[in-house]
């Protein structure tokens, strides 16, 4: 199969059709027509094999995790998904793994009509990169710059599961159902899109969480000059979770451990108060974890009050170690 066969078969066939694309897949550009009045949010994230995924990881989940990733940053902007290009290298035109990987990547196009426009496809060691683009309406409005003292914490579902899902792979471990489960949580996360471009219409600092919540919330903290303080008792961990741990959950690992995909946002009361209806009605477990002060620090609180200090950072792939 050429290149162009590829293309043919895999990609431009598989294009959600959506009005705003003028000319998609095919020639040397895509021809797009953003709505009047809408700010474009842009996103590119790659996918290495063996870094962001397990080498086992299947074609399918590979495909769906390589868009959730890329939806998750638009739904830490607060949103609406519309267009996505798919940079892919390939080691050998595998026809049934690139059936497969669609297959993943579709199941999400599908559910927020995210139209596949354009990209490359090459010869070489697996990667993927996704490029997304989006609407908002206040560029203003999501900022990580925009945390204030005082402000809550807030986080969407569970977080550290994924964490624990990678352990088992990497190990080998026997798979009980709420190994499979963390397991699920890694390779396929769900972009927190609806309650993205709910908070979108107010004054928060969100930041999806890719690299571990400390790694991540610190970037809110850097960004908006201020530092926060976590109560780590009040961190929202799954039953799965709690079950594998014996009820002693981990929390170096937790805070430090990437691939939640979970959104951390701060506000405050006032908008939480104006929000928290509306959050009820996309049915998100949102739980409060903390709060922003004036520090330049992030504390950790255990239940007692005694500090947590953990030496580890969250992930960074310039780094000798995690
Ligand atoms: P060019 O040589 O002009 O860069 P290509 O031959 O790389 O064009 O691609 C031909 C067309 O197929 C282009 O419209 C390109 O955007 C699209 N395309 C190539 N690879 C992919 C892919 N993996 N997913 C979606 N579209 C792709
Ligand atoms: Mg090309």
Same mark, same amino acid.
């Given at each position: %199969?050429?290149?162009?066969?590829?293309?043919?078969?895999?990609?431009?066939?598989?294009?959600?059709?959506?009005?705003?694309?003028?000319?998609?897949?095919?020639?040397?550009?895509?021809?797009?027509?953003?709505?009047?009045?809408?700010?474009?949010?842009?996103?590119?994230?790659?996918?290495?094999?063996?870094?962001?995924?397990?080498?086992?990881?299947?074609a399918e989940d590979i495909g769906y995790?390589?868009?959730?990733?890329?939806?998750?940053?638009?739904?830490?902007?607060?949103?609406?998904?519309?267009?996505?290009?798919?940079?892919?290298?390939?080691?050998?035109?595998?026809?049934?793994?690139?059936?497969?990987?669609?297959?993943?990547?579709?199941?999400?196009?599908?559910?927020?009509q995210l139209?596949?426009?354009?990209?490359?496809?090459?010869?070489?060691?697996?990667?993927?990169?996704?490029?997304?683009?989006?609407?908002?309406?206040?560029?203003?409005? %999501?900022?990580?710059?925009?945390?204030?003292?005082?402000? %809550?914490?807030?986080?969407t579902g569970n977080i550290g599961d994924a964490a624990e899902g990678l352990t088992a792979v990497l190990n080998n471990f026997d798979i009980n159902d709420a190994y499979q489960y963390c397991i699920k949580r890694l390779n396929r996360p769900d972009p927190r899109i609806e309650v993205g471009q709910l908070l979108s219409r107010h004054h928060v600092a969100a930041i999806d969480l890719s690299d571990g919540l400390l790694a991540d919330l610190n970037h809110i903290c850097q960004s908006s000059n201020v530092g926060a303080v976590i109560d780590l008792?009040?961190?929202?961990?799954?039953?799965?979770?709690?079950?594998?741990s014996n009820h002693q959950p981990d929390w170096g690992k937790i805070l430090t451990s990437g691939d939640d995909y979970e959104l951390c946002f701060a506000c405050s009361d006032a908008v939480?108060?104006?929000?928290?209806?509306?959050?009820?009605?996309?049915?998100?477990?949102?739980?409060?974890?903390?709060?922003?002060t004036d520090s330049n620090?992030?504390?950790?609180?255990?239940?007692d009050g005694s500090v947590f200090n953990t030496d580890k950072s969250g992930f960074n792939h310039f780094a000798d170690e995690k």
């Open positions: %199969m050429s290149e162009f066969d590829l293309i043919n078969q895999f990609f431009k066939t598989a294009a959600v059709k959506r009005e705003d694309v003028i000319l998609g897949i095919g020639d040397d550009c895509a021809l797009l027509s953003p709505p009047p009045g809408k700010i474009l949010a842009v996103s590119t994230d790659t996918l290495v094999s063996g870094v962001h995924f397990p080498i086992t990881t299947s995790k390589s868009l959730a990733v890329n939806l998750s940053d638009l739904a830490a902007m607060g949103a609406k998904p519309a267009w996505v290009s798919l940079a892919i290298t390939l080691p050998e035109a595998d026809q049934q793994w690139l059936k497969n990987f669609m297959q993943g990547f579709n199941e999400l196009a599908e559910k927020f139209s596949l426009v354009g990209g490359d496809t090459t010869r070489g060691p697996l990667s993927i990169t996704v490029s997304i683009t989006g609407f908002i309406d206040n560029p203003h409005t %999501m900022l990580r710059s925009n945390a204030r003292p005082g402000d %809550m914490v807030c986080v008792n009040k961190l929202p961990i799954s039953k799965s979770l709690l079950d594998i939480m108060d104006t929000i928290k209806d509306a959050l009820l009605s996309v049915d998100m477990q949102i739980t409060h974890i903390g709060h922003i620090i992030i504390e950790c609180h255990l239940e």
